[in-house]
């Protein structure tokens, strides 16, 4: 594992270096991959593989290709691929702009993440006899679907067992049958996620009994000159 050292030259090594810990690993983020994503998460290291994707129109052209602005308000870059072990990550909360407030949900896989600026408040859930009552849909997307689908599923009771708080360097890690709800600070709150393999097709998320969840919910991907805007507005965020 020693040789899995992050060279700070190009993406392209660090892609290799991710993608040979994540082969080593079962595709399960593990030790030597959480290191390199620590690493990522400098703000200086960040901005300098923004800057790199920014001057590779064929590289911004493939990830604007399969990111999007989420329905919760944040932005979602998917900065690489690693076939069946996973995905980095960038999430964008923008300050002043329409957000959601996030559902408890779970995940299709498990993942590791930390905090490059702004601030995270993490609460997690458990099932309980006695807790808040809450109706329970089932989430998945097919590969090339713009959209993600909803479908019921019962009524469940949950209890909060424990609130975090995230500042910047903060890394943690999640299986993917943790329920779990984030709230990002007001300011812009930047965070890189490591997805490991994929452990189930779909996730769960957990509603207020009162609201209406729409079967199917449509996403856009950003066209890439949109993208380059706003990867700009982070990279000078960042440098400030």
Known sequence: MSSLVLDTNSMSAVERQIMAAL????????????????????P???????????????????????????????????????GEFGQLRMHVWWPGRPRMREHVHDHRFDFSSVVVAGRLDCR????????AVLTRYRESSRDGESAWRFDLVDVVSVRETLAVQLT???????PYDLLHRVEAASTTTVTLM??????????????D????????????????EEMRGRLMALRSHLAA
Do not use: N
């Not at 129109?57 to 990830?63: G, I, K």
């Not at 997805?195 to 998320?205: A, I, K, M, P, Y």
């Not at 009994?209 to 066209?223: C, L, N, S, W």
């Open 23 to 42: 082969a080593g690993s079962a595709g399960q983020p593990s030790g030597p991959a959480i290191s390199i994503l620590r690493g990522l998460g400098r």
């Open 44 to 82: 200086e290291r960040l901005s300098a593989l923004l800057t790199e994707l920014l001057d590779d129109d064929s590289r911004a052209d493939a990830v604007a290709a399969r990111s999007h602005p989420h329905a919760l308000g944040f932005d979602k870059f998917i900065l690489a691929t690693f």
């Open 124 to 131: 997690y859930y458990h099932p309980a006899r006695s807790g």
């Open 168 to 174: 910047p360097g903060s890394s943690y890690s999640m």
């Open 194 to 207: 490591l997805q490991g393999r994929l452990s189930r097709d779909w996730s769960s998320v957990l509603v």
């Open 209 to 224: 009994t009162t609201e209406t969840v729409p079967a199917r919910v449509g996403r856009r991907t950003f066209d890439t």
